[in-house]
């Protein structure tokens, strides 16, 4: 197994850092992160951090309620919605698999 100088998996720290990106792009302060969660990604465009929400079990049927219009979407909706075809072809292939 591949590990970093700090010892931790090789994966680990590059997940944690995806998993960590602020909205330009930047890895976020480790001591104050700022986690994406499942919809943000879909909706803007992550879609290796949509990859590994699904991968670690997140439900792609799952509904995000939108407080302004009273309605629910789901995350292929969201990035349809914001046009992220990469996004949506990214979810249709992990839920195919």
Do not use: W
């Not at 720290?13 to 919809?39: E, I, M, Y």
């Amino acid at each position: 197994m591949l590990r970093n100088d700090d010892g931790t998996r090789l994966g680990d720290k590059l997940t944690l850092q995806s998993l960590l990106r602020n909205d330009h792009g930047a890895v976020s302060d480790f001591l104050r992160p700022t986690l994406r969660d499942f919809f943000t990604c879909a909706s803007q465009g992550h879609k290796e951090d949509v990859r590994l929400y699904i991968s670690g079990g997140q439900f792609t049927d799952q509904l995000q309620p939108n407080r302004s219009t009273s309605k629910a979407s789901s995350a292929l909706q969201i990035a349809a919605a914001n046009g992220h075809t990469n996004v949506i072809e990214a979810i249709i292939d992990e839920v195919s698999e």
